[in-house]
T-cell receptor
């Protein structure tokens, strides 16, 4: 079956612009996660959705970052007024439920802020 | 102290040799344990779950030691294709009525050489 998909695969933007990243989870998965990973670094948790609600937003680095999920499926991560330090790979993952189940990752969106 | 800690390596392993490494976790209530593999510039992929009694999947063996709060991964007869970063993943219970969330270690790099 189809895995987690993310778009775009690559995004180059200028400092100060807004960007929107999209994640389409595996059908039926109720939990959805956003992470980011800088080159050579580990995964940094950003936010987690259970259905359409976000019980844990603790990883969002600033108020420039926001995310939503609609219909219990697709999620968008929005970064406003991008900064160079936002450059990273943004990974989305989904799982059947939350907390204990293995997560399946999408291929990521590589964001470069010039 | 980090919730999940790993030796970053690299572990340089001759082809055909055995390599093993551990991961320690701090939350004694953790219930789920996994090893993921991440290739360079790729998304993490589930390698195997780790069960209380220990488990094997081909050349890979995972062990859980709850008393000392660590999990281990052993790779036998290493192949060049085993070169990757291995991520230790543990679910971390946040509150008494929560299933918690998965916490990813920063990874252990393994380099298999001809």
């Amino acid at each position: 079956g189809a895995g987690v998909s993310q778009s775009p695969s690559n995004k180059v933007t200028e400092k100060g612009k807004d960007v929107e990243l999209r994640c389409d989870p595996i059908s039926g998965h109720t939990a959805l996660y956003w992470y980011r990973q800088s080159l050579g670094q580990g995964l940094e948790f950003l936010i987690y959705f259970q259905g359409n609600s976000a019980p844990d937003k603790s990883g969002l680095p600033s108020d420039r970052f926001s995310a939503e999920r609609t219909g219990g499926s697709v999620s968008t991560l929005t970064i406003q007024r991008t900064q160079q330090e936002d450059s990273a790979v943004y990974l989305c993952a989904s799982s059947w439920t939350s907390g204990r189940d293995e997560q399946f990752f999408g291929p990521g969106t590589r964001l470069t802020v010039l | 102290r980090k919730e999940v800690e790993q030796d970053p390596g690299p572990f340089n392993v001759p082809e055909g040799a055995t390599v093993a490494f551990n991961c320690t976790y701090s939350n004694s209530a953790s219930q789920s344990f996994f090893w993921y593999r991440q290739d360079c510039r790729k998304e993490p992929k589930l390698l195997m779950s780790v069960y209380s009694s220990g488990n094997e999947d081909g050349r890979f063996t995972a062990q859980l030691n709850r008393a000392s709060q660590y999990i281990s991964l052993l790779i036998r007869d290493s192949k060049l294709s085993d070169s990757a970063t291995y991520l230790c993943v543990v679910n971390v219970i946040m509150t008494t009525d929560s299933w918690g969330k998965l916490q990813f270690g920063a990874g252990t790099q393994v380099v298999v050489t001809p």
